[in-house]
């Protein structure tokens, strides 16, 4: 089992940084993928950014060229350094890993987990 715990939202002016932190603790063999999400009030979730295990990054294109993720495998731990933000980034961002359970074999199934959110918010 996965835990998930992020932290770094807040209320930003327009314009600021943020950075969000999660970290995976818990049993499991591996921490594989990890990304970013986010849920704006009366929207669907979106991806942000994702990262695989070896450093391969992916992004939305709203949030290129602004926003970072990074990782650190040994503590598995997840970043996203947040600059030039706008009001319309404002939402709850959520957390996902994916991971093989503690039990695992080469048939083992990859499982994902999210965290609980933070709430990201950007005034004008």
């Known amino acids: 089992q996965v835990q998930l715990v992020e932290s770094g939202g807040g209320l930003v002016q327009a314009g600021g940084s943020l950075r969000l932190s999660c970290a995976a603790s818990?049993?499991?063999?591996?921490?594989?993928?990890m990304g970013w999400y986010r849920q704006a009030p009366g929207k669907q979730r979106e991806l942000v950014a994702g990262i695989t295990r070896g450093g391969s990054t992916n992004y939305a294109d709203s949030v290129k060229g602004r926003f970072t993720i990074s990782r650190d495998n040994a503590k598995n731990t997840v970043f996203l350094q947040m600059n030039s933000l706008k009001p319309e980034d404002t939402a709850v961002y959520y957390c996902?890993?994916?991971?093989?359970?503690?039990?695992?074999?080469?048939?083992?199934?990859?499982?994902?987990?999210w965290g609980q959110g933070t709430q990201v918010t950007v005034s004008s």
């Open positions: 996902n890993a994916r991971y093989y359970p503690s039990d695992y074999d080469p048939y083992s199934h990859e499982y994902d987990y």
């Open positions: 818990g049993s499991f063999f591996s921490i594989n993928a």
